[in-house]
């Protein structure tokens, strides 16, 4: 077992919000030098970056989970993490069928897909900025479906957190986890675990919060785990 | 004024009403983030939103407003529904917008400012 450093909570120039500079090869190396073993990549509504992401982050060292920032109805913001491609492809699949609309570059920024090289393969032309029409309790569903972990999105902001919209985090929503990018609100009930992550949209901020996990190796289940505080696994400080 | 009387004036569908409809409306709040409202309304206020997930019941309970009208046609969730009628909170839907909706509540004597 040992101390993990992660920040799981990372855009790419996948988000029309996010810098243009965050490439899949910038995003590594940024991640690298904030002395970052794990990220999760999680972008608005999509993983078509997290494959390029992840190719450029084997060779160098950093572990990349694939991950999606999903947007319920009541626009609450939610992290889903998976360990498999497969999974994360078909909640990918989900959201498309639920997200209306279609993306104004002018207005909201442009939607890069890229490889591992920094290429524009493509430009994605859906709304990623907007809302799916699924509840946020049938995303936690889906994420949980296919086997994902399900973390609600910077709870400590005053806009897209389960808190700003809903009030307080409902009892029977089953998440994994809270995450917070200042400081931890007191509305979040004692049993859930929080996290710390830099949501970042721009290369100086990747790393800027992470959390450390006490775990095996550098994976989704790993993190899963050590949510779930098994054989030993836990989270060790946020910072 | 009370709920049946504004019901019945601005053509406001009832979804969970019962005795609750006798409730006085003293004033109103619009809102659709839930901290907001929590922090915002006031007791016996009408708050008029777009939120349909079943945490506004326990907000209007909470705040101990007189009901809540739902905007833009939009339906209560089946979750919303169960609760409403558990906790005795009215809960009705307009076809209007939320902008029209409050101008007409404006126009019956309704104001967000209590003296």
């Known amino acids: 077992m040992r101390a993990l450093h992660a920040d799981l909570h990372i855009h790419s120039c996948l988000s029309p919000c996010a810098d243009r500079e965050m490439s899949p090869s910038t995003i590594v190396r940024w991640a690298r030098r904030k002395g970052l073993e794990l990220i999760a990549l999680c972008d608005h509504n999509s993983a078509e970056n997290v494959g390029a992401a992840s190719r450029a982050g084997g060779p160098v060292g950093l572990a990349v989970i694939g991950g999606m920032e999903i947007t319920s109805r009541e626009e609450v913001h939610v992290l889903g993490l998976f360990e498999e491609d497969r999974p994360l492809q078909a909640v990918q699949g989900v959201v498309y069928d639920h997200l209306p609309g279609e993306n104004d570059p002018d207005a909201f920024g442009e939607q890069l897909v890229m490889d591992e090289w920094d290429n524009v393969i493509a430009r994605n032309r859906r709304l990623l900025i907007g809302a799916t029409d699924l509840t946020l309790a049938e995303i936690v569903r889906t994420v949980h479906a296919f086997g994902g972990i399900a973390i609600a999105s910077h709870v400590d902001r005053p806009s897209f957190s389960v808190l700003s919209q809903l009030g307080f985090i409902p009892r029977d929503l089953e998440l994994d986890g809270v995450e917070v990018v200042a400081t931890r609100p007191p509305e979040v009930p004692q049993d859930l675990p929080v996290i710390s992550s830099s949501d970042a949209h721009r290369p100086e901020e990747i790393g800027a919060r992470q959390t450390c996990f006490l775990v095996e190796e550098a994976t989704a289940k790993e993190i899963g785990m050590a949510l779930k505080r098994i054989g030993g696994r836990r989270i060790l400080a946020e910072q | ?115």
Request: charged share 25%.
């Open chain 2, 1 to 115: 004024m009370n709920l049946r009387d504004l019901a019945r004036n601005l053509e406001l569908e009832v979804k969970v009403g019962g005795k609750s409809l006798a409730n006085e409306v003293r004033g109103g709040y619009a809102g659709d983030l839930l901290s907001d409202v929590i922090a915002n309304a006031r007791a016996a206020d009408l708050w008029v939103t777009l939120q349909t997930h079943q945490n506004i019941v326990a907000v209007a309970c909470m705040k101990e407003l007189a009901g809540v009208v739902l905007v833009n046609g939009r339906q209560p969730e089946k979750d919303t529904l169960e609760k409403a009628a558990e906790e005795n909170v009215p809960l009705l839907v307009s076809e209007l917008s939320a902008f029209e909706l409050i101008g007409r509540l404006h126009g019956l004597g309704l104001s967000g400012i209590r003296k």
